[in-house]
T-cell receptor
Framework: GQQLNQSPQSMFIQEGEDVSMNCTSS?????WLWYKQDPGEGPVLLIA?????ELTSNGRLTAQFGITRKDSFLNISASIPSDVGIYFC????????????FGKGTKLTVNP | EAQVTQNPRYLITVTGKKLTVTCSQN?????MSWYRQDPGLGLRQIYY???????DKGDVPEGYKVSRKEKRNFPLILESPSPNQTSLYFC?????????????FGPGTRLTVT
């Protein structure tokens, strides 16, 4: 089945630094989603991407849908302590299955 | 407030004792799904439902059952829990259709089977 390779697995950064993470796959996806999970809570949607090549921002977050439709990246600029959490990418499988395939997550730690 | 609720939030049980985790959403969403989250394995889909009385297996359905008798509710049933079902479980829901991929997650249910 479809798999998403998300990297890095974890990151330790200083407050104020920029962060970049990505997801790749050998499969094509019609939609890419980026979620954040705070400790003890469910994932919350950050950004949704619907077209190949699309670049979308949400505050300090920027995400892009790769041209090949097999990859996506998420950037966080000027990180702050509340950015701590696990970030997941998810790809929507086409063909009417409505299935979301999730990456294994990037755990972000921000040191004040 | 639009939300997905799950109960209980925490559950400790013994092997073989049937249990049900409830899930309810107040957004009139067609699609509902159950996931389990385990360290290093990410979110894995257990079962999903595209509408009332329509359910299908996800990637890890063994040992689980679901039902969708009402649009808002999607309970997860473990008929005979085993220790390998110790995990963090999430229910999720969303609309179906183009551009409707904002999937809402519940707060999670942490299950321990001894």
């Amino acid at each position: 089945g479809q798999q998403l390779n998300q990297s890095p697995q974890s990151m330790f950064i200083q407050e104020g630094e920029d962060v970049s993470m990505n997801c790749t796959s050998s499969s094509i996806f019609n939609t890419w989603l980026w979620y954040k999970q705070d400790p003890g809570e469910g994932p919350v949607l950050l950004i949704a991407l619907y077209k190949a090549g699309e670049l979308t921002s949400n505050g300090r977050l920027t995400a892009q849908f790769g041209i090949t439709r097999k990859d996506s990246f998420l950037n966080i600029s000027a990180s702050i302590p509340s950015d701590v959490g696990i970030y997941f990418c998810a790809g929507l499988v086409g063909g009417g299955s409505e299935k979301l395939v999730f990456g294994k997550g990037t755990k972000l730690t921000v040191n004040p | 407030e639009a939300q997905v609720t799950q109960n209980p939030r925490y559950l400790i049980t013994v092997t073989g004792k049937k249990l049900t985790v409830t899930c309810s959403q107040n957004m009139n969403h067609e699609y509902m799904s159950w996931y389990r989250q385990d360290p290093g394995l990410g979110l894995r889909q257990i079962y999903y439902s595209m509408n009332v009385e329509v359910t299908d297996k996800g990637d890890v359905p063994e040992g689980y059952k679901v039902s969708r008798k009402e649009k808002r509710n999607f309970p997860l049933i473990l008929e005979s829990p085993s220790p390998n079902q110790t995990s963090l479980y999430f229910c999720a829901s969303r609309r179906l259709g183009t551009g409707a991929y904002e999937q809402y997650f519940g707060p999670g249910t942490r299950l321990t089977v001894t």
